[in-house]
């Protein structure tokens, strides 16, 4: 048996790859984050799958099931919103079933920073304007931030930012970023991007935090900033220049 993380993609159920539902139509248990994952996809499953939302679980009580599946030579779709490869807790599962010599692979999935971008209609990468985006989250209760990767030091980049899980922190944001971006910085905030209550601020730096807060949101919203958010004049791009030789591979 296998156990596959797969990626649901960002919220959407028809964003889901087609490896991913494939994947889980043919996986006799599912593991799915009940709290994050769109219920249709859970019809992608078999009719007599064993469904177990993890929401509710820990870590232990996750690995116990997928054990389980290995001693009966199930199969395990393990669901996962966004991207596994992006603050989904994935690395410790895998290094559980490492111990346990139980096999896994990763069915990559769309994952919320895209999303975002696509809501925004824009490229997070622009010529001449910005060349990096850093993904990233700040400090809270739970789990600290390394040393070395905390807003303000990363903000000094001036590179886009984009943020998760920092919609209830963003006046920390906002404070931590104006010395580097300016106040007059573009911001945007997608939350339940994709989905159909899809929500999109637009604004800066000096008043996001407004609209955030009488927007309500505290949860899962990501927070992008940088000036390739409001670029308009800029170079196009080497790709398809007509200056370009397309015969120097």
């Known amino acids: ?12 159920a028809d964003l889901i790859t087609v490896r991913g539902a494939r994947t889980l139509a043919a996986a006799p248990v599912c593991l799915y984050a009940g709290s994050l994952v769109p219920r ?71 994952p919320a920073f895209a999303a975002a971008a696509a809501a925004l209609k824009r490229e997070l990468t622009v010529p001449t304007v910005g060349q990096t985006v850093i993904l990233t989250r700040i400090a809270q209760q739970a789990t600290p931030m390394p040393p070395g990767e905390d807003l303000a030091t990363l903000g000094r980049s001036r590179a886009l930012l984009v943020l998760h899980l920092a919609t209830r922190y963003v006046d920390r944001v906002v404070d931590e970023l104006l010395p580097h971006y300016g106040a007059e910085c573009p911001v945007a905030v997608v939350a339940m991007a994709s ?21 309500g949101l505290v949860r899962t919203a990501v927070i992008v900033v940088g000036r390739t958010l409001g670029a308009e004049q800029f170079r196009d791009s080497h790709l398809y220049s007509p200056e370009r030789d397309r015969h120097v591979c």
Not at 1 to 12: K, W
Not at 83 to 91: E, G, T
């Open 1 to 12: 048996m296998t156990v596959y993380f797969i990626g649901a993609g960002p919220g959407a």
């Open 40 to 110: 249709e996809l859970l019809a992608e499953c078999p009719a007599d799958a064993r469904l177990v939302d993890t929401s509710q679980l820990n870590l232990d009580e996750i690995v116990a099931e997928c054990v389980r599946a290995h001693g009966a030579g199930q199969d395990v779709a393990r669901l996962h919103s966004g991207d596994p490869s992006l603050f989904s807790a994935v690395a410790e599962q895998m290094r559980r079933l490492d111990a346990a010599g139980i096999p896994y692979e990763v069915v990559p999935g769309v």
């Open 195 to 215: 989905r159909p209550d899809e929500l999109v601020l637009r604004g800066t730096l000096a008043d996001i935090a407004g609209q955030v807060k009488e927007a």
